[in-house]
């Protein structure tokens, strides 16, 4: 199935003939999962993203929680998660019996924002989980220092931003661990798939455990062994990556430079391009990071809040321009109000953020006729809603 010709989407997978022979062959070989490639996969992700160790998993929410998981995230504890993000942020703490509080954005960014990270630390604050929003690295400096002042673990969700720069070096160290998604509309795809980074050994052997039931050794070490004897150490989940899934990372990880300046070209152009509409407004982008563009967010002028905005949004979608929004702060999911006690006003830079921003396609396929099609088609909703 393809997309209705015309379509645009806000996002999607660039795969060619080379990543489908690979797979094909991989199909072909004795592994299907718990093979060779997957430790290829591990080793060639570390080196990009210039970390010590790499655990491949399931998914980013896989990466996630396996990131919890590691680091002893438990019942009674709280993890500071920013509002605006996707709800795996913060289901990964729920998974492990802990409490996820939310702390507020940066109105000009939507990165959260480090003073109300320390103001939401209580005796029981364990973590800090750091969002880099779109592919925009945030603040990791004041997070460590946070983090360091009140002895918490760093966890960086960076499933916008493989590939983005913090003062000048990649996302993979920031953090006490790093995690990444391989979902078809992130910058690399296998299809699902997840990385978990760190460079503390330790650490990769506990998640490379939990992957795998909480067994404390795979059936590569065991016929090593020579022993049929294994031992379930925690509870575990089988957060697997598949090879065939692994050996299509590979073949996306080459290209990932590439995807990267496709989609760092788009981003450029967009500034230019909606120059002439005064109603809309690029989120800040930081002197000092290098996003890798995952999400193109622009904000609404304040008379398009809300109701404006959603005309918007469907006039674009009948216009077959797949806009997207990014994200319903996470507290006001009814899940989230009904077990946690989400209600409006708690981080209200999200909120406002939250009723003007809209999602504009990016992605390396995307063409240049197609971006140029997606501003006209949203200065003429614009238009047509002012006069
Ligand atoms: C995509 C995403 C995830 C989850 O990744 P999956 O691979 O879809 O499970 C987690 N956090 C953020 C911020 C994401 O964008």
């Not at 699902?192 to 998640?207: L, R, S, Y």
């Not at 230019?272 to 690029?282: D, G, K, R, S, T």
């Not at 396609?361 to 047509?384: C, M, N, T, Y």
């Amino acid at each position: 199935m393809t997309w209705k010709s015309g379509f645009i989407p806000y996002g999607r997978q660039t795969i060619d003939e080379e990543d489908v022979a690979a797979v094909a062959a991989a199909l072909r070989s004795d592994y299907l999962t718990t093979g060779p490639s997957v430790a290829e996969f591990e080793d060639a992700f570390a080196a990009f993203v210039g970390a010590g160790e790499a655990a491949a998993v399931s998914s980013g929410t896989a990466a996630l929680h396996s990131a919890m998981f590691a680091i002893g995230v438990g019942s009674g504890d709280e993890v500071i998660v920013p509002a605006m993000t996707f709800a795996a942020s913060a289901n990964c703490v729920v998974y492990q019996g802990a409490t996820p509080v939310f702390a507020d954005v940066n109105a000009d960014t939507l990165l959260v924002d480090p003073e109300d990270v320390e103001r939401k630390i209580t005796p029981r604050t364990k973590g800090i989980i750091g969002v880099d929003y779109a592919g925009q690295p945030c603040d990791w400096d004041a997070l460590r220092t946070i983090a360091g002042r009140h002895g918490l673990v760093l966890i960086d969700d960076a499933c916008h931003a493989v590939g983005a720069e913090y003062k000048g070096r990649r996302l993979g160290t920031q953090a006490h661990i790093t995690c990444f998604s391989f979902h078809p509309v992130k910058h690399i795809t296998t299809g699902e798939g997840g990385m978990v980074v760190t460079n503390d050994p330790e650490q990769a052997k506990k998640i490379r455990c939990f992957r795998n039931h909480g067994i404390s050794t795979d059936h590569h070490q065991r016929e090593l062994q020579g022993t049929w004897y294994y031992e379930m150490t925690d509870l575990g989940y089988n957060y697997r990556i598949t090879d065939f899934q692994c050996v299509l990372g590979l073949s996306q990880l080459k290209k990932l430079p590439n995807f990267l300046m496709h989609r760092r070209r788009l981003a450029t152009r967009y500034p230019a391009l909606l120059a002439n509409i005064p109603e809309v407004e690029p989120l800040a982008i930081l002197p000092d990071r290098a996003s890798a563009w995952h999400l193109y967010v622009v904000r609404l002028a304040r008379e398009f809040a809300g109701n404006g905005r959603s005309r918007i949004f469907a006039a674009l979608r009948a216009a077959e321009v797949g806009a997207n929004v990014h994200y319903l702060p996470v507290y006001l999911h009814p899940f989230y109000r009904r077990r946690f006690g989400g209600h409006e006003g708690l981080c209200p830079m999200a909120e406002e953020a939250y009723k003007r921003i809209i999602s504009l396609p990016i992605f390396p396929g995307l063409s240049d006729a197609a971006q140029e099609k997606v501003v006209e088609v949203l200065a003429e909703s614009l238009h047509r809603m002012t006069e």
